[in-house]
């Protein structure tokens, strides 16, 4: 499977921003997504992931009550709603996916990745 994330730009604090992972090929409905950001000088980290169905969603702690995921499997994209943004926020922002059903928040789980989608967040 091949992922493409876009949405991403410049935005205020307190503001939101939604992020798009389209993927390639017919079996999307068969892979778990999940997104990872890295901001510089820092590790990749884990944000958010969703099961192959999308009744299933995982997220890291800073990400619950601000961040949603969610999926249309029609259409083969994916979804990460980001609210009240922050600027630690700030970071180049991953799509990536397994095989699987399970929205696990390890990085190594993933075999597939697309190219980042920069968010920066002003003052």
């Known amino acids: 499977v091949q992922l493409q994330a876009s949405g991403g730009g410049l935005v205020p604090a307190g503001r939101s921003l939604r992020l798009s992972c389209a993927a390639s090929?017919?079996?999307?409905?068969?892979?778990?997504v999940g997104w990872f950001r890295q901001a510089p000088g820092k590790e990749r980290e884990f944000v958010a992931a969703?099961?192959?169905?999308?009744?299933?969603?995982n997220y890291a702690d800073f990400a619950k009550g601000r961040f949603t995921v969610s999926r249309d499997n029609a259409m083969s994209t994916v979804y990460l709603e980001m609210n009240s943004l922050k600027l630690e926020d700030t970071a180049l922002y991953f799509c990536?996916?397994?095989?699987?059903?399970?929205?696990?928040?390890?990085?190594?789980?993933?075999?597939?990745w697309g190219q980042g989608t920069q968010v920066t967040v002003s003052s």
């Open positions: 969703i099961s192959n169905s999308g009744d299933t969603t």
């Open positions: 090929g017919r079996t999307f409905g068969t892979y778990v």
């Open positions: 990536a996916a397994r095989y699987g059903m399970e929205p696990r928040g390890r990085r190594d789980d993933y075999n597939y």
